[in-house]
């Protein structure tokens, strides 16, 4: 048998154990030790071979197995959420083929479950809001998961209840479009400015990111990194107002009058993916 042949014996005997493990915990004495035992931590004990299996499902490579992190994976047992050895250990059990989902992704972005996949992966590493972004592209591409929904819902609100410096930076994601009728109308080289604002307060974009016509359609993300003052972030308002307007000028202060997408208000705390088109406003 060869090396190949030997990782990929190795990643089902493991993934095996795991589903044992789980069962067994979940099947214990429910008389006295299912009352201690938090919600949670069943969720996670029958899910964690799941998510193992699924990316191995969905990327349909064994070599992925012989990466770095996947030795690291093979290299001591996986603990759950309840354990104390942290994101250290999780990131040893999926770790191995996030990056290959990552990248397959990349070449398909409208496949809708690989996105809900990889939600599920971010969510077991403790990455929430990567998890919540990655979440937000499924649900626009039809694959929707209440339950999954309601355990991210909760666990943003537990980040959100942290100090200041370690909550997760607000972040509003999409996708900006041209209609196709009045793309002739600008050049390659014209500028493309998306960027949000308060709904309430100040006129200032709290974040402003800025493309060439030519890369349209593309996706964005407005997050506090992009603050254009101190103190003025996305995560200081409740809503914002998120815009895409062309300047062939290449000045944000000069945009092309009566062409433009408008967001309508948008909830930091649970922003939804956004899909915006470029028209010619009447």
Known sequence: MGEGGVMNGTFWFVTVLMAVAALLFVMRPLSATVARLPRMAIVIAILLPALALGLYAYLGMPEATDTPAAKMAQSGPVSTREGNTGTQSKAGSV????????????????????????????????????????????????????????????????????????????????????????????KPTATVFVFAK??????????????????????????????????????????????????STGNAMQPDPGFAAISGPVAVANATYLDLTIVRQD
């Open 95 to 186: 770790g191995s083929l996030l990056e290959g989902l990552e990248q397959r992704l990349e070449q398909e972005p409208n496949d809708g479950g690989g996105w809900l996949l990889l939600a599920k992966s971010y969510q077991h590493l403790d990455r929430i809001e990567d998890a919540r972004v990655a979440y937000a592209k499924a649900v626009a591409l039809g694959k929707e998961e209440p339950v999954f929904a309601q355990m991210l819902k909760v666990e943003t609100a537990a980040a959100s209840a942290q100090p200041a410096g370690d909550a997760a930076k607000a972040a509003i994601t999409g996708k900006v479009s041209i209609d196709p009728g009045i793309v002739a109308l600008f």
């Open 198 to 247: 308060a709904v309430n307060g100040s006129p200032m974009p709290l974040a402003v990111v800025r493309k060439p016509v030519s890369e349209l359609p593309f996706e964005f993300i407005l997050d506090d990194s992009l603050a254009m003052a101190a103190g003025m972030t996305i995560s200081s308002v409740a809503e914002v107002v998120v815009t895409a307007k062309i300047s």
